[in-house]
Structures are given as C-alpha cells and as structure tokens.
C-alpha cells in the first residue's frame, strides 16, 4: 500500500522562526512536489523535485526553501515565517514522466502567529 | 485567464441524486484529465483518469470528455454521503519539456445530504 507521511498534522510557529515540514514516501518514486493548498485559491505548487538534490521551482515559491537528500525525503523549510504562511501543507510523489499519479500525504496545517 | 476553470460550489444534493460536476480549459493541447477526490483533513486521492473524449465509467462514477467544448465532467449516481468531499480536475502538459506538474482546478465542495 503506498504511503506518504508528513511529520507534523499540526504546527504552530511564530513570526521569524524557521520551520521544516518533512515529508517520506515509501514508493521509490522520482518525484516528489509541495503544495500548499488555501480556500478560494486551491492547490498550489511551490516546490518540486524528480531525482535527489533536483529542485525546481513551482507557481508560488518566494519564502520557502526546498531540500533533497535523499529519495524517498523531500522537505520544506520557511526561512522566516510569517503570518500569511499559515495555510495547509500538502507533500505528494510519483513515478518519474509526464501526468502520472500523484500520492498526497495527510497534509500539515500550519499557523503562525 | 486560468487553464482550467473550476466553479468551487459548495454543491449539496439529496441522497441517490446523480451529481455532475464540470471543469472547462482552455488549452487545447490537453489530452490526459483526472478527477482527485478530496475528503476533509485528507489529502486529494486520484478518482478517474481518462485520456481523449468520450466516457470512462467505474462503479457510480462516470468521467466524460467533451474535446470540441473543452469541457470535462464527473457524474455520480445514485450519490452517497460518502462521496461528501471536494473534487478536483487536473490535467498536464503533455508536450511540455517538464510534464510532471498537474494543473488543476480548484476544486468543487460536495455535500450529500441522508
């Protein structure tokens, strides 16, 4: 059964701090992406990879920082937090190539105050 | 102008109604469509993929693709509350040097009222 965990469902911060949110698939897929996901807005990408220590840059990724050591762990770091990051955090993966299934994790709901 | 449009609803419907919920876009160069569906505090789980127009049916669902109208549609019949979730369209660029992101919809609220 594949699966995609996140280490946090929940998260509170404050204004300035740095924060990761990680994510592990257990799939061995090639790509891994980071959404954020807000009413009204939808899903939106900030980051993504398709092979270790490979980023690219998604629709909305001013603020946010990635990292890829390894392949099944792809996390998110908010250098400097602020209040209009507080949003639901959603991590995914798939097989490498075009439009193929996505896997998204349980996502974590951060706040910062 | 988004590449796909998608009306956010909420839609609330009375149980065994058939539901339809549509997505329009606008390149057509799309090929590939997919429903995700959505349940509260989850992540979205891929529903129905189809490729090209005509139908795709599995079970309740049935996925439809109108190419000359770029119009994409899921219909649910006799509906659950258990299909109470947020569904969203997707597509990609299948041409596209980097094709491994999706677009997506935003998504439409579903409430299936007993």
């Known amino acids: 059964d594949v699966k995609v965990t996140q280490s946090s469902r929940y998260l509170v911060k404050r204004t300035g701090e740095k924060v990761f949110l990680e994510c592990v698939q257990d799939m061995d897929h090639e790509n891994m992406f980071w959404y954020r996901q807000d009413p009204g807005l939808g899903l939106r990408l900030i980051y993504f990879?398709?092979?270790?220590?490979?980023?690219e840059k998604g629709d909305i990724p001013e603020g946010y920082s990635v990292s890829r050591e390894k392949k099944e762990r792809f996390s998110l770091i908010l250098e400097s937090a602020s209040t209009n990051q507080t949003s639901m955090y959603l991590c995914a993966s798939s097989f490498g190539g075009s439009g193929n299934t996505q896997y998204f994790g349980p996502g974590t709901r951060l706040t910062v105050l | 102008q988004k590449e796909v449009e998608q009306d956010p609803g909420p839609l609330s419907v009375p149980e065994g109604a058939i539901v339809s919920l549509n997505c329009t876009y606008s390149n057509s160069a799309f090929q590939y469509f997919m429903w995700y569906r959505q349940y509260s505090r989850k992540g979205p789980e891929l529903l129905m993929y189809?490729?090209s127009s005509g139908n795709k049916e599995d079970g309740r669902f049935t996925a439809q693709v109108d190419k000359s109208s770029k119009y994409i549609s899921l219909f649910i019949r006799d509906s659950q509350p258990s299909d109470s979730a947020t569904y969203l369209c997707?597509?990609?660029?299948?041409?596209?040097?980097?094709?491994?992101?999706?677009?997506w919809g935003l998504g439409t609220s579903l409430a299936v009222n007993p």
């Open positions: 189809t490729y």
């Open positions: 990879s398709y092979d270790v220590k490979m980023k």
């Open positions: 997707a597509t990609y660029h299948s041409n596209a040097g980097n094709n491994r992101k999706l677009i």
